[in-house]
């Protein structure tokens, strides 16, 4: 007769966090501002100004918008502010940068805004192999908010989890 198989990781007291179940729905944009410069490498003001206006920014509702510049042009910080403006209270989120730091600031809001009281004293896992861009700083920023309350802290699955972090016994 066989044996029943028991899911010990089931059983256990391990709590898992996977970051991707927080991931927050809306489309990302890149959105290059070249297009905009004059020979895609200076800013007139009010040729900038008149792009900016003439723009439909209805397009960006609810998305998370990383502006960035992809020549070597020198842009004002004020010329990022201008289009932000626009973006605000249609986009999520707008940022300057790449899709990547895009997802690290929203990440680092979802993080310090998680409720890890339930982690106290508990051996946790922060579940690797995402398939949503989860950053790694967003698992450098758990990783360091769970350290003061949990019992023990690995990275990985269950199956194959590496350990980072045990509480001493006092």
């Known amino acids: 007769m066989a044996e029943e198989i028991v899911n010990r990781v089931a059983q256990s007291k391990l709590k898992v966090i996977d970051l991707e179940e927080f991931y927050p729905d809306g489309k990302r944009i890149l959105f290059d501002i070249k297009d905009w410069l004059f020979e895609g490498l200076v800013l007139r003001e009010k040729d900038f100004r008149a792009s900016v206006s003439a723009h439909d920014w209805s397009q960006y509702r609810d998305c998370y918008v990383a502006l960035y510049c992809s020549t070597d042009a020198i842009v004002p910080d004020w010329a990022y502010m201008l289009i932000s403006m626009q973006l605000q209270g249609i986009a999520q989120l707008t940022v300057i940068g790449s899709l990547e730091h895009l997802e690290s600031i929203v990440y680092t809001s979802i993080v310090s805004e998680l409720d890890t009281s339930i ?45 980072l972090f045990k509480r001493k016994k006092v």
């Open 119 to 163: 982690y106290k004293d508990m051996p946790v896992i922060i579940k690797g192999c995402a398939h949503k861009p989860v950053p790694a700083n967003a698992l450098v920023l758990l990783s360091q908010k769970l350290k003061p309350i949990a019992k023990s802290i690995m990275y990985g699955e269950a199956c194959s989890s590496v350990p």
